[in-house]
């Protein structure tokens, strides 16, 4: 395990132990502590996993890698969800920055990478996605043929990179080492570069309702769980200014809520989503109400849009 002795944004040593949590989406029930930053609020995992140990949450468990297929007979149902959500954050980037043939695309963490996929077919431009490891696309050639992928990590990108965009989507909770990876991001990066990163809000309203069974811990694979303030301070020091905070994000804030249920319940990840379906469903639609608000307080998650400073 590593001891973290100073906050990672910050830099104080004023640390304490906000909450203990057990491992979320796995078979093992180990507690992990996160210690919470008396100068800038920041609550992180403390002490962490190696990153060669980390990997061994990510298994049959791990929800997100086992895709629409974890829902039997409703797996195109769910196949299709992740279709509208890749075309939402196509839309938000569209939003934020005016793309063309010529823009090129980069996605930190990219995972399964159907956000670039679909970026590539409406824009017909350059796109690049890097990931720790290749889960999300591999033996799937033929699908992902037109975006480069890669096996790095942010220090491997070559400083002539320069991308018009960079996305993290749900990427930067799980960094070891944040403020020195968007740092380099910056260098690498046009003074018209822009950065668009959605996260975890630890000041949301599901991450009050339900405490130490909330899914945004994600433990112990989230490192860092971030409020407004303290991700505007970690990009102002990597050189990054925040040109907007969103209260909500492209994913539905109604997966916090019904991962953070299931975690009550403490169901087995491993097995068939199908019996969980109906359910899921059925709770989508009580959830809708609360969805109204989430322009005005966070539900769940957050979107910060940054430019070079």
């Known amino acids: 395990m590593i001891e973290i002795t100073s906050c990672p944004i910050c830099g104080s040593s004023s640390l304490n132990s906000f909450i203990k949590t057990t491992a979320q989406m796995h078979s093992n029930k180990q507690l992990f502590n996160f210690d919470k930053c008396f100068s800038c609020d920041l609550v992180f995992l403390n002490p962490r996993l190696h990153l060669h140990d980390l990997k061994n949450y990510y298994n049959s468990y791990y929800l997100p890698y086992r895709g629409a297929k974890a829902w039997g007979k409703f797996e195109n149902f769910v196949a299709r969800s992740q279709q509208n959500l890749d075309l939402k954050r196509v839309k938000l980037i569209k939003d934020v920055h005016s793309p063309s043939e010529e823009s090129l695309i980069l996605d930190i963490g990219c995972g399964n990478p159907t956000f670039l996929n679909a970026f590539q077919k409406k824009v017909n431009c350059q796109t690049i996605g890097i990931d720790f490891s290749d889960e999300g696309w591999k033996n799937q050639d033929n699908k992902f043929k037109k975006v480069n992928l ?106 916090l809520f019904w991962m953070s249920e299931m975690e009550q319940k403490q169901i087995r990840w491993d097995r068939s989503m199908e019996k969980e379906f109906m359910q899921f469903m059925l709770g989508m639609v009580k959830f809708f109400p609360l969805k109204l608000i989430e322009k005005r307080t966070s539900l769940g998650v957050m979107t910060v849009v940054a430019v070079p400073n």
């Open 150 to 255: 890669q096996i790095a990590e942010i220090k491997d990108l070559s400083s002539n990179l320069h991308p018009d965009v960079i996305t993290m989507w749900h990427y930067l909770e799980h960094d070891y080492n944040p403020l020195e990876n968007l740092t380099y991001l910056k260098t690498v990066s046009k003074s018209s570069t822009v950065l668009v990163i959605e996260i975890p809000n630890f000041e949301s309203k599901s991450r009050m309702k339900y405490g130490r069974n909330w899914a945004g811990w994600h433990t112990p694979r989230h490192l860092s769980l971030f409020s407004p303030n303290n991700i505007e301070l970690l990009l102002q020091k990597a050189g990054w200014k925040v040109k907007e905070i969103l209260t909500f994000g492209t994913m539905d804030p109604y997966l």
